[in-house]
C-alpha cells in the first residue's frame, strides 16, 4: 500500500515552545491530508482538513490559531503546535487521502513537560 | 455532524473463537465504512471496509456486514489468534467524502 511518513516519531518540549509536525505522502499526491489527535486509550479524534493550496478546514472546538496547519505541496502538510501546554500533550496521526482510501502516517508522541 | 458509536469496549475470547464489534452510525449520508486495527504506539492499519453499496464483504477470517436501514455495520473476526489481539476501530464517511468520524475503539484479546 501507500506509504505516508511523520516526523518526528517523538519530541519532548517544554511549555510555552511550538512545535512542527510533518507529514509526508512518499508515493502518491494527496490533495487533502488530515491531522488527527489521539489521547491514550481513546479514539481518534479529527482536529483539521488540510488542502493543498487553500487554508486548512478545522473541526469544532479547535483552534485555529493554536495549531496551524500548512499544506505547502501535493506530498507534505505540516502541523504546528504553538506555545504548547501540558494538556496538548497527546499522540498526533496524520493521514493523507488517495482518493480510494486514508493511508495513516506512524504517528508522532508529543510530550510538554 | 456524523456520530458513531461503538460497542463492546472490551472484548476477550479464547483463541480460535469468533469475535464480533458492532457500529452505528447517524449520518443517512455517509456511505464508506472501514475498520482499523491498531497497536500499542502504532498507526491504524485499514483491515477492510465496505460501501453501501453492498452488504456484506469477506476477506479471509474477516468479515464486515453493513444494514443500511439500521444503520448499523458490524465486523466479524472468525478462529481468531493471538495477533489478532489489538484495538479495532470503525469509522464513517459523511457525505461520501473521505472525512472519518472514528468510533470509540473496541480492545480486542485472544487468550490462549
Known amino acids: 500500500g501507500a506509504v505516508v511518513s511523520q516526523h518526528p516519531s517523538r519530541v519532548i518540549c517544554k511549555s510555552g515552545t511550538s512545535v512542527k509536525i510533518e507529514c509526508r505522502s512518499l508515493?502518491?499526491?494527496?490533495?487533502?491530508m488530515f491531522w488527527y489527535r489521539q489521547f491514550p486509550k481513546q479514539s481518534l479524534m479529527l482536529m483539521a482538513t488540510s488542502n493543498e493550496g487553500s487554508k486548512a478546514t478545522y473541526e469544532q472546538g479547535v483552534e485555529k490559531d493554536k495549531f496551524l496547519i500548512n499544506h505547502a505541496s501535493l506530498t507534505l502538510s505540516t502541523l504546528t503546535v504553538t506555545s504548547a501546554h501540558p494538556e496538548d500533550s497527546s499522540f498526533y496521526i496524520c493521514?493523507?487521502?488517495?482518493?480510494?482510501?486514508?493511508?495513516f502516517g506512524p504517528g508522532t508522541r508529543l510530550t510538554v513537560l | 455532524g456524523e456520530n458513531v458509536e461503538q460497542h463492546p469496549s472490551t472484548l476477550s475470547v479464547q483463541e480460535g473463537d469468533s469475535a464480533v464489534i458492532k457500529c452505528t452510525y447517524s449520518d443517512s449520508a455517509s456511505n464508506y465504512f472501514p475498520w482499523y486495527k491498531q497497536e500499542l504506539g502504532k498507526r491504524p492499519q485499514l483491515i477492510i471496509d465496505?460501501?453501501?453499496?453492498?452488504g456484506e464483504k469477506k476477506d479471509q477470517r474477516i468479515a464486515v456486514t453493513l444494514n443500511k436501514t439500521a444503520k448499523h455495520f458490524s465486523l466479524h473476526i472468525t478462529e481468531t489468534q493471538p495477533e489478532d489481539s489489538a484495538v479495532y476501530f470503525c469509522a464513517g464517511a459523511p457525505g461520501g467524502g473521505n472525512k472519518l468520524t472514528f468510533g470509540t475503539g473496541t480492545q480486542l484479546k485472544v487468550e490462549l
Open positions: 493521514s493523507a487521502d488517495s482518493g480510494v482510501e486514508q493511508f
Open positions: 508515493d502518491f499526491q494527496a490533495t487533502t
Open positions: 465496505i460501501r453501501s453499496n453492498v
